[in-house]
């Protein structure tokens, strides 16, 4: 059963730093893309970032390019953002995305917070 779980986000002051992780069970995430996704209230859901199976990384929203960096572990199944320098603006449920078998799946998401 494919699976993918998200944590690490929470409430955090502008400027501060959060590290989210997506692990996942039920496949290995060595060959494949994996996508980070953010849905603020109200807003369609956004693609943030892109880390391919080579390792390549590509973040695709304009609005964080130089503050979040993503990367992957293989060997623990997990994928990360990396985000610093966190503006209010950045609040939303972020979302760990994968195509396996041809079919998309995402996790349940975890909510980041950036409030004063």
């Known amino acids: 059963q494919v699976q993918l779980v998200e944590s690490g986000g929470g409430l955090v002051q502008p400027g501060g730093s959060l590290r989210l992780s997506c692990v996942a069970s039920g496949f290995p995430i060595r060959p494949y893309a994996m996508k980070w996704y953010r849905q603020a209230l109200g807003k369609e859901r956004e693609l943030v970032a892109v880390?391919?199976?080579?390792?390549?990384?590509?973040i695709s929203a304009d609005s964080v390019q130089g503050r979040f960096t993503v990367s992957r572990d293989n060997a623990k199944n997990t994928v990360y953002l990396q985000m610093n320098d966190l503006k209010p603006e950045d609040t939303a449920v972020y979302y760990c995305y994968v195509t396996f078998g041809g079919v998309g799946y995402w996790g349940q998401g975890t909510q980041v917070t950036v409030s004063s």
């Open positions: 880390i391919t199976s080579a390792g390549d990384s590509r």
